[in-house]
């Protein structure tokens, strides 16, 4: 499996808190703690003239893990070393606009179908599994219908795309009145209020996602991605049917696992049976007692299932 991206061993890049990338984008390495990697510096690469923030860990079958709408690799970190201790080569990317990324100004579906398919030719992947959470998961099945031959397995997490119903935050982001607040300055007492939304135990909210948020929150232009695509995608209604992913699932040729948790309060578990009918080839696990990301809330049964998929269906890089 070759790939362009810089020799050495790879590494899982936790941000120290209080503490971002400088004009290098170097930060001291620090331990991954229960994991076998060795720490290094994080990465960043220039995609198509905008520099990513990336994690780039294990050998093997290639996982692609998309994250979902507001937040980074950093959803990620309780699953990507057990995966890449299984066998596999992880990358999870900061999507444009989100994260430590670049913000391209470009934050349309299609945009992040090219981001996806440029990122796997920069590293010379052909093929590979894709793992994506809410809008990460409706890039995954967007990617899978319009490039099958490229997608060795999907999963897809609490994804959004195969209904209108959304939380009303999410609604209410795309008035202009309610987008202006949004783009003032946040606490940590905000951010860990609308954590309870997500998470169906606030008692697994730790400080570390709270200090994350805030950290990238402070960033200049950060959240202008999480409002632009609320304004374009979404109205009081839901979500705008000109958005919707239509009858792209119905071309996913890969085997295709749904994870929902049965409490999600973002996007309603009712969609995962929308889901299920419009992909074939696919199988659905509900999260009992389980919000809106699974990977967080339940990284052990997570980690679980995605490897038993993967071993049914063989995912090959």
């Known amino acids: 499996m070759g790939f362009l991206a810089a020799a050495g061993p790879r590494a899982l890049p936790e941000i120290p808190e209080g503490l971002s990338p400088d004009a290098s984008g170097q930060l001291p390495s620090r331990a ?26 294990g050998d093997g079958p290639t996982v692609l893990l998309l994250h979902g709408l507001g937040h980074s690799t950093h959803g990620w970190r309780k ?14 990317v900061d999507l444009p606009g989100f994260g430590y990324s670049d913000r391209p100004g470009d934050y349309s579906l299609a945009h992040y179908i090219d981001f996806v398919a440029h990122w796997l030719d ?3 992947i052909e093929r590979a599994a894709l793992i994506g959470n809410s809008m990460g ?15 060795a397995a999907a999963v897809l997490v609490d994804p959004g795309g195969f209904g209108r119903e959304v939380s009303w935050l999410l609604r209410l982001a795309g008035l202009r009145v309610v987008r202006s607040a949004m783009g003032l300055r946040v606490s940590a007492w905000q951010v860990r209020r609308a954590l309870r939304l997500i998470f169906a135990d606030p008692s697994r909210i730790e400080d570390e996602d709270v200090r994350r948020i805030l950290e990238i929150n ?16 979404i109205g009081l209604r839901g979500v705008r049917p000109d958005v919707a992913l ?7 040729t890969a085997a295709t696992l749904i994870i929902w948790g049965d409490r999600d309060r973002i996007i309603p578990v009712s969609h995962a049976e929308l889901a299920h009918r419009a992909i074939p080839h696919s199988q659905v696990v509900i999260f009992e007692r389980c919000g809106h990301v699974p990977q967080l809330e339940m990284p052990e049964r997570f980690t679980d299932e995605v490897l038993r998929f993967f071993r049914t269906s063989s995912p090959a890089g």
């Open 32 to 57: 991954v703690p229960g994991g076998p990697l060795v720490p290094a510096q994080p990465r960043f690469l220039v995609v198509d003239g905008r520099r990513i923030s990336y994690v780039d860990v």
């Open 79 to 92: 699953v990507i070393a057990p995966i890449a201790s299984a066998g596999y080569r992880v990358m999870a």
């Open 122 to 124: 920069l590293h010379c």
């Open 137 to 151: 998961g409706a890039i995954t099945a967007a990617f899978a219908g319009t490039h099958p031959e490229r997608a």
């Open 218 to 233: 402070a960033l200049p232009g950060a959240r202008q991605a999480f409002l632009e695509i609320a304004r374009g995608s």
């Open 246 to 252: 239509g009858e792209v699932p119905g071309r996913i």
